[in-house]
């Protein structure tokens, strides 16, 4: 039987592109695609696939992450493939812990994506060497730049992040610092991002 792939990328024309290679090998065939990561999982919960090609940023209230993690604990025999654009700490370890198998960047050839789809589908992990650096110099303690990731953050992050530790609500933080609960969801998911973090508790 052909491996099955689902796609989840918010821009059509990478949708298409990738279909269309991906209709032209024998052994794996697109079943289904979606434009967010509420569409994805929706799309993967209707019918079985066996590999998701996911990208991580993408609009709506659930971005890649969070649709990799939701993903992975409602159909865990599926495998999720992040094909992203983004090679930073805040993506990489927050995608892997969320449960992607494999890590590839948008300038994977063709038939590396092809070639890392079917080792997903047997349960195999495969890294973009720069990412696979960064992981290996994590697990060995290693910090390239000595960078603490709190000086990353903007002075209004700092705020939301002292309000989060108050145990401070949404709403409430929305309210404290004047501004929309919306740009409260933001500041909290760069938070997490730049930390990484899975989520507020932690």
Known sequence: MPIKVFL????????QGVRAYLQTLADITVSGEAASGAEAMTGVAETRHDVVLMDLEMTGDLDGIAAT?????AHPKTQVIVVTSHHQ???????VRAGAISYLLK???PDELAAAIRKAALGEAVLDSRVASRIIQELQGIRKDEVN???ELSEREFDVLRLIAAGKSNAEIAEALVIGESTVKTHIGNLLKKLHLDDRTQ
């Open 107 to 109: 300038d994977v050839e």
């Open 69 to 73: 993690r939701e993903i992975r604990k």
């Open 149 to 151: 990731p709190f000086t």
């Open 8 to 15: 989840v990328d918010d821009h059509k024309i990478v949708r």
């Open 89 to 95: 700490d805040e993506y990489i370890f927050p995608a």
